[in-house]
């Protein structure tokens, strides 16, 4: 419920080539569906839905010529700028996935202004707000009574399967491992951009932290 396969949308997969062979290695893997989830950032990668939907239909069409048996949704990973306040004040139509979940991230370095004010606008449009690999952000690596505090309020969180191998550094793995360890995670994703995060994903099962995953009420199994 967390990877960035579309083609030509944001920094993943740059052609329907470098897309399919992702799939394709995601379904080796054990993967049988897939919910494709691109930026959509003001500054960056001015995504819109419907653009969205018409690349997903794209590499749908090129997954069923290729007899690639993998299922495919989209939604998108939102970050919190002013674009996104713009668009929930508006009540514009969010791209949300499985039970009106939407995706979120921030900064990695900065905490975002007024974050309970758009987690509370959210949860106000209907949506349940996700926040994607919450072990990544620098400046909660010291701050673990937030992530209490953010998860007690019905922040769900999103932990990237990779941050257990040590993929993004030592303090990631610690704050992934802990999140294991408290339960405190409701989805896993594998935030895939390249071949290269997919090939790590093999390493996942020598963690220590796999099994204790494993036995989590994950809600990947409601999508």
């Given at each position: 419920?967390?990877?960035?396969?579309?083609?030509?949308?944001?920094?993943?997969?740059?052609?329907?080539s470098q897309a399919l062979a992702m799939v394709r290695q995601m379904q080796q893997l054990g993967y049988q569906k897939l919910i494709l989830t691109p930026?959509?950032?003001?500054?960056?990668?001015?995504?819109?839905?419907?653009?969205?939907?018409?690349?997903?239909?794209?590499?749908?069409?090129?997954v069923q010529q290729e007899q690639i048996p993998v299922e495919l949704e989209c939604a998108a990973e939102y970050y919190l700028d002013e674009w996104f306040v713009q668009k929930i004040e508006e009540k514009e139509p969010l791209l949300s996935f499985g039970a009106n979940y939407v995706l979120i991230e921030t900064s990695y370095i900065n905490e975002p202004m007024r974050f309970q004010d758009i987690i509370f606008q959210i949860k106000s449009n209907g949506y349940k707000p996700?926040?994607?690999?919450?072990?990544?952000?620098?400046?909660?690596?010291?701050?673990?009574?937030?992530?209490?505090?953010?998860?007690?309020?019905?922040?769900?969180?999103?932990?990237?399967?990779n941050s257990l191998t040590g993929y993004y550094g030592s303090e990631s793995k610690r704050i992934a491992t802990k999140l294991v360890e408290h339960k405190l995670i409701d989805f896993v994703g594998t935030d895939a951009h390249s071949e290269k995060h997919i090939q790590f994903l093999q390493k996942l099962p020598a963690t220590a932290a796999f099994k204790k995953l494993q036995q989590l009420p994950l809600r990947n199994q409601t999508l």
């Open positions: 419920m967390h990877a960035h396969l579309l083609p030509g949308l944001d920094d993943g997969a740059e052609s329907m930026h959509i950032m003001g500054d960056f990668y001015k995504n819109t839905p419907a653009g969205i939907k018409a690349t997903l239909t794209a590499l749908q069409t090129a996700v926040l994607a690999h919450p072990e990544r952000y620098s400046y909660l690596f010291n701050r673990w009574n937030h992530l209490v505090e953010w998860h007690e309020n019905e922040v769900l969180f999103q932990v990237n399967l």
